[in-house]
């Protein structure tokens, strides 16, 4: 799409957008297309074995893995909205992704970023339940009640996704058609905009400030109490394994919500569109691969799953 001789697009005739990506010439196109690719690769491989282990080993099938295996299957999928199109691009001198595109693109990766922020307050809740009252963990975590809140965290990510998909795709976009991010999100196409968007700005930090906040309330709490009841252990063996597992969720809710709030839940964050390609690099594609790591390397029930299926594959 072209633009017209005033130098604006026609809000009527735009069927296209131009994902600018990063800068730089052919050389840096490579190596940013040899990064994006070894971090896809590695995020695809490591939840798809996650999800596997996950489904074969009798011993994971529990609550606290069942819910592991959604956040590996939401991983993948995020993943994959993003980097085939931002592959694509890096070998491509066109960078056009529709209008249609961009819509899908862009409800998706709003419907699994913000699922996975449920999932991550469910996991924190799992744990909560598992460590402060164990006598009652088989009944309140029954399989429908786990099933219930993974319905829900879809449900909240498709809620957020729906509004704020409305919101931004109902605005005029006539000023260009070149995003300047290497997929479509919020800020950038904010900026295309030539309508007033103070109320889409406000609306994108009530609605991430509210999903993040929430989350992040549920997660502080609920690890509060386990803290407490984990020092309270006289076992050390217990202490050190419930801490292992602790250290392991914090780390991956650390570095998710640090992201998401760095990039969606702070004023100024429209403004700084340099900053937000790097942030997006982390949350779309290193937290995907450095979840399953995270989850299996600090984790001796997964760490035995994989060699035990490590073993039965060798006897077969």
């Known amino acids: 799409m072209s633009p017209e001789g005033d130098g604006n697009l026609s809000v009527m005739s735009l069927q296209e957008f131009v994902l600018d990506g990063f800068e730089g010439g052919p050389q840096t196109q490579a190596l940013l297309f040899a990064l994006f690719l070894a971090l896809y690769v590695v995020a695809v491989l490591g939840n798809l074995t996650m999800m596997v282990v996950i489904i074969l ?138 309508a007033d968007t103070t109320t889409n700005e406000l609306v994108m930090f009530g609605l991430c400030g509210f999903f993040i906040v929430g989350t992040t309330l549920v997660v502080i709490v609920s690890y509060g109490y386990i803290t407490v009841t984990i020092l309270r252990m006289r076992s050390g063996g217990g202490r050190h394994k419930l801490f292992s597992t602790f250290g392991s969720h914090m780390t991956a809710v650390s570095l998710f919500y640090g992201t998401l709030f760095v990039m969606y839940a702070q004023p100024g964050a429209v403004e700084s569109l340099e900053q937000g390609k790097v942030v997006s690099i982390f949350y779309t594609l290193i937290i995907p691969m450095l979840n399953p790591l995270i989850y299996s390397l600090r984790n001796k029930d997964v760490k035995d799953a994989l060699r035990r299926l490590g073993q039965r594959h060798t006897a077969t």
Not at 129 to 140: F, G, M, Q, R
């Open 57 to 194: 080993d009798a011993s994971l099938h529990s609550p606290m893995y069942f819910f592991l295996k959604n956040l590996s299957f939401v991983d993948l999928c995020y993943s994959s909205v993003i980097a085939p199109k931002a592959l694509a691009n890096f070998l491509s001198s066109s960078k056009v992704i529709t209008f249609e595109g961009c819509i899908i693109q862009f409800f998706f990766f709003s419907l699994l970023g913000t699922t996975e922020g449920f999932l991550l307050a469910v996991m924190a809740y799992d744990r909560f339940v598992a460590v402060c009252s164990p006598l009652h963990y088989p009944i309140t975590m029954c399989s429908s009640v786990c099933a219930l809140l993974v319905l829900v965290s879809y449900c909240g990510g498709c809620l957020n996704s729906v509004l704020q998909a409305s919101f931004t795709f109902s605005l005029p976009f006539c000023s260009s058609n070149h995003i300047d991010h290497f997929f479509c999100d919020v800020p950038p196409l904010l900026k295309l905009a030539c």
